[in-house]
């Protein structure tokens, strides 16, 4: 009983620990987030962190492995191999754009870890081992598509992803500088339906024949 105990308090320290961590990596970027920081906002302190996650590099790659985690599963859940080709890049669009809209922290350790060039997720098995079932999953939708005349045969399903996810982290990471270079609101729920819109009707329109 007191082993399930300590082991149910250990979760809960280290679970309190990453989250604190990631809003810590969020918000300052690897370069400028600090294990003391992250000690302070975790209630804990930084002998606990380097018990759980090793030293700094190694927390910033747990936060990356959870946050991929995150949007691998949810990916998943959409059950694309289910739906009729056209319906189911709709929904891989929508969730994509709308998955950056609710969880900007993923943009925000994206750009921080793309300043490092990759260093930290080059060391990830796990990530790099979740691309597989996403691109298997698209390579059904693309080919459902092409074999019934839906869609143009010979799409490359990495391109296609890359250009879905583009579409909408350009516009949500370069907002700001979009917003005043343009003069118009781009977060407004009006502007972000329009853009969703529009993403929709780019990506369906290269796959049509």
Do not use: W
């Not at 600090?34 to 030293?55: C, E, T």
């Amino acid at each position: 009983m007191t082993e399930t105990i300590i082991r149910r308090d250990s979760k809960k320290t280290a679970e309190r620990i990453l989250q604190a961590a990631t809003d810590e990596f969020t918000e300052k970027g690897f370069g400028g987030a600090r294990v003391d920081a992250v000690a302070l906002r975790a209630n804990s302190n930084k002998r606990m962190i380097y018990h759980y996650f090793g030293n700094k590099d190694q927390l910033f790659l747990a936060v990356l492995e959870q946050a991929y985690a995150k949007i691998r599963t949810q990916e998943h859940e959409l059950h694309l191999e289910d739906i009729e080709p056209e319906q189911a890049v709709r929904t891989l669009v929508r969730f994509t754009f709308n998955y950056f809209v609710e969880n900007p922290e993923f943009i925000h350790l994206l750009n921080s870890e793309n300043l490092h060039k990759a260093a930290h997720i080059k060391e990830s098995k796990k990530i790099l081992a979740m691309r597989s079932p996403l691109i298997e999953k698209i390579t059904d939708v693309l080919n459902r598509g092409g074999t019934s005349g839906l869609f143009r045969t010979g799409v490359d399903p990495t391109q296609f992803y890359i250009t879905v996810a583009s579409l909408g982290y350009f516009y949500l990471s370069n907002s700001y500088t979009l917003e005043t270079v343009f003069g118009r609101s781009l977060m407004e729920e009006k502007a972000l339906n329009e853009r969703l819109s529009h993403c929709e009707e780019v990506v369906l329109g290269y796959l049509r024949p």
